[in-house]
């Protein structure tokens, strides 16, 4: 039987994962009185097991805290399933569709062939729906992905077969494809009946000063990061990189000319090395209750709503809402600033206390 004062990690190591760190703080500074005791995995302190004082149990996982229902955080998880109940409920989503992969189709078929169903969209069949429905350039994302991972944008059919080969060899098996919205990219966290904040993501972009290499420049980037606080580690193997140069007819050598802004990657994760803008404050009240209503809508009291706006500052804009993220992780904007750092602790502090009641 544990003691009501039981924690069985006193110091965060550096390398625990943001959350648990900030969850043992919060403890060992007395700011969880509803929590008896927490319990972490030692090596990586990646999950843990918290207990209360009235006796009940969460567990948290990376950045899942427990909050939500499991039902609700596994259709999020779902970028195809999610877009569906969208575009049901009435909200305005990218145009777009998921492909399964040749594996999938051969898993799946196996039980719905009996039945006669032979509606399955294949991967091979998306140069076609790109061609006649959505046009270039498009996005091309695994379906069960996040952080940004393996998304690609698409200007040609060639990069379209690029992007479909890395994923076969991934193991992806089902590909949503969307078309491209031309609108600033805005996350929106949602904690029950309140945005807790918002931000605007904007990707990895390096500025010319004439002298420095590209890989250079990357560095330098990357050691901003590390002097700010950031965890974000710049994946100079990542094809997507490549692809971008190669647009540009440039290699990592290219000296970047002297006040030229260049585009590292496509897609505005921070988790890839994007930066924020903080919109707490200016984001239009329409916004605010629309997140809201779509987090509840979408049975997540904690979510994290990316929005494609116009202008988030008016209530009248043209939107697409891109996710959702039923476990959206915030180290990386509350290294932005002290404001938002402590915008984030304070959101662990209400989750973590307060139990499944927040």
């Given at each position: 039987?544990?003691?009501?004062?039981?924690?069985?990690?006193?110091?965060?190591?550096?390398?625990?994962?943001?959350?648990?760190?900030?969850?043992?703080?919060?403890?060992?500074?007395?700011?969880?009185?509803?929590?008896?005791?927490?319990?972490?995995?030692?090596?990586?302190?990646?999950?843990?097991?918290?207990?209360?004082?009235?006796?009940?149990?969460?567990?948290?996982?990376?950045?899942?805290?427990?909050?939500?229902?499991?039902?609700?955080?596994?259709?999020?998880?779902?970028?195809?399933?999610?877009?569906?109940?969208?575009?049901?409920?009435?909200?305005?989503?990218?145009?777009?569709?998921?492909?399964?992969?040749?594996?999938?189709?051969e898993?799946?078929?196996?039980?719905?062939?009996?039945?006669?169903?032979?509606?399955?969209?294949?991967?091979?069949?998306?140069?076609?729906?790109?061609?006649?429905?959505?046009?270039?350039?498009?996005?091309?994302?695994p379906?069960?992905?996040?952080q940004?991972?393996?998304?690609?944008?698409?200007?040609?059919?060639?990069?379209?077969?690029?992007?479909?080969?890395?994923?076969?060899?991934?193991?992806?098996?089902?590909?949503?494809?969307?078309?491209?919205?031309?609108?600033?990219?805005y996350?929106?966290?949602?904690?029950?009946?309140?945005?807790?904040?918002?931000?605007?993501?904007?990707?990895?972009?390096?500025?010319?000063d004439?002298?420095?290499?590209?890989?250079?420049?990357?560095?330098?980037?990357?050691?901003?990061?590390?002097?700010?606080?950031?965890?974000?580690?710049?994946?100079?193997?990542?094809?997507?990189?490549?692809?971008?140069?190669?647009?540009?007819?440039?290699?990592r050598?290219?000296?970047?000319?002297?006040?030229?802004?260049?585009q590292?990657?496509?897609?505005?994760?921070?988790?890839?090395?994007?930066?924020?803008e903080?919109?707490?404050?200016?984001?239009?009240?329409?916004?605010?209750?629309?997140?809201?209503?779509?987090?509840?809508?979408?049975?997540?009291?904690?979510?994290?709503?990316?929005?494609?706006?116009?202008?988030?500052?008016?209530?009248?804009?043209?939107?697409?809402?891109?996710?959702?993220?039923?476990?959206?992780?915030?180290?990386?904007?509350?290294?932005?600033?002290?404001?938002?750092?402590?915008l984030?602790?304070?959101?662990?502090?209400?989750?973590?206390?307060?139990?499944?009641?927040?």
């Amino acid at each position: 039987m544990e003691s009501p004062s039981t924690v069985h990690a006193v110091i965060a190591p550096p390398h625990y994962p943001y959350i648990t760190r900030v969850l043992i703080e919060l403890f060992e500074t007395g700011a969880l009185p509803n929590v008896a005791s927490i319990q972490v995995e030692p090596v990586y302190g990646y999950v843990g097991r918290i207990v209360y004082r009235d006796g009940t149990v969460r567990f948290f996982r990376g950045s899942s805290m427990g909050v939500n229902r499991l039902g609700a955080s596994e259709i999020a998880r779902d970028k195809g399933y999610t877009k569906y109940f969208l575009e049901q409920l009435g909200y305005s989503t990218p145009r777009g569709q998921v492909f399964l992969s040749a594996r999938f189709v051969e898993l799946i078929d196996r039980n719905l062939g009996r039945f006669g169903f032979t509606e399955f969209a294949h991967c091979d069949q998306i140069l076609d729906y790109v061609r006649e429905t959505l046009g270039y350039p498009c996005y091309l994302k695994p379906n069960e992905g996040s952080q940004g991972r393996g998304i690609e944008q698409c200007a040609n059919p060639e990069e379209v077969l690029e992007a479909l080969e890395r994923y076969a060899a991934e193991g992806a098996l089902k590909v949503l494809v969307e078309q491209a919205i031309p609108y600033p990219d805005y996350r929106v966290v949602v904690l029950g009946d309140e945005v807790i904040s918002c931000y605007l993501r904007k990707p990895l972009s390096l500025a010319g000063d004439g002298v420095s290499t590209i890989s250079e420049l990357l560095a330098e980037r990357q050691r901003q990061f590390l002097d700010d606080g950031r965890d974000t580690i710049i994946n100079l193997e990542d094809s997507r990189l490549d692809r971008a140069l190669r647009r540009e007819g440039w290699t990592r050598d290219t000296v970047l000319p002297a006040g030229r802004a260049w585009q590292a990657f496509q897609v505005s994760n921070l988790s890839v090395g994007g930066d924020s803008e903080d919109f707490t404050d200016r984001i239009h009240p329409h916004w605010r209750e629309l997140c809201i209503e779509i987090s509840a809508a979408m049975g997540l009291r904690f979510s994290g709503v990316d929005l494609a706006c116009e202008d988030i500052c008016r209530g009248d804009s043209a939107y697409s809402v891109l996710e959702i993220n039923a476990a959206p992780g915030l180290d990386n904007y509350a290294a932005s600033g002290p404001r938002q750092a402590e915008l984030v602790r304070d959101l662990y502090r209400r989750v973590f206390n307060e139990g499944t009641d927040v």
